[in-house]
Structure formats: structure tokens, C-alpha cells
Nanobody, 121 residues
């Protein structure tokens, strides 16, 4: 059974950085992986995607230039480096995997339990 376990969340001040990690069990090599954010009172929204082939990243405009997604297949770990964090980045962050080509949550079959990020001004 596929399992995804996130870590690395916490509380920082605006302008600070965090690195999230998602350890995953064996996945289909064709699966893409992504990070989603759920702000308080809002629906979950994709912020960063890395495709299964060629490892090309894609970012939501709200994080472009500040967040970097990467995947270490040897360690079965997905990362999200978050720099220049802002209060609007506050939320629960989820790791997801699936046969996906977009940041639509419906395209992902597997999800972690999430890790909380809180950014204060």
C-alpha cells in the first residue's frame, strides 16, 4: 500500500524559510508528485508539481520564485523548499502522488496526512 508521510512544518516569521519533506513508499514510476496547501476555511489547492518524467517542476503563481520542489528517488523523498514565506502561505501542506499532469487534486490517488505551516507577520 502506498504511504506518504510529511514532516518539516512549523511556525516562522514572515521572510523566513522552511523545508518540507515527504517520505513515500514505492510508487509507480509514471506517477507525478505534488504539494498542496489548504488555507484555513479554504479548499485545498496545488502549489507545486514535479512530473514523473524529466522531473520538470511546475508552480502555482502564488509561490513561483519562492518555492522549489524536488524529488530524491534514491531516498524516496519529495521536498518543498519554501523561502520568503508570507502570512498568506499559512496552511496545512499535503504531499500527493498520482497519474497526474496538472495541479488538480482530483488527479491524485494518494495523499499524506499533512504538516502545518504557520507564518506570522
Amino acid at each position: 500500500q502506498v504511504q506518504l508521510v510529511e514532516s518539516g512544518g512549523g511556525s516562522v516569521q514572515a521572510g523566513g524559510s522552511l523545508r518540507l519533506a515527504c517520505i513515500f513508499s514505492e510508487l509507480e514510476t509514471t506517477y507525478s508528485m505534488a504539494w498542496f496547501r489548504q488555507r484555513p476555511g479554504q479548499e485545498r489547492r496545488g502549489v507545486a508539481l514535479i512530473y514523473s518524467t524529466r522531473r520538470i517542476p511546475y508552480y502555482d503563481s502564488s509561490v513561483q520564485g519562492r518555492f522549489t520542489i524536488s524529488r530524491d528517488s534514491g531516498q524516496n523523498t519529495l521536498y518543498l523548499q519554501m523561502n520568503n514565506l508570507q502570512p498568506a502561505d499559512t496552511g496545512m501542506y499535503y504531499c500527493a502522488a498520482g497519474n497526474a499532469a496538472t495541479l488538480s487534486g482530483a488527479d491524485y490517488q494518494y495523499w499524506g496526512q499533512g504538516t502545518q505551516v504557520t507564518v506570522s507577520s
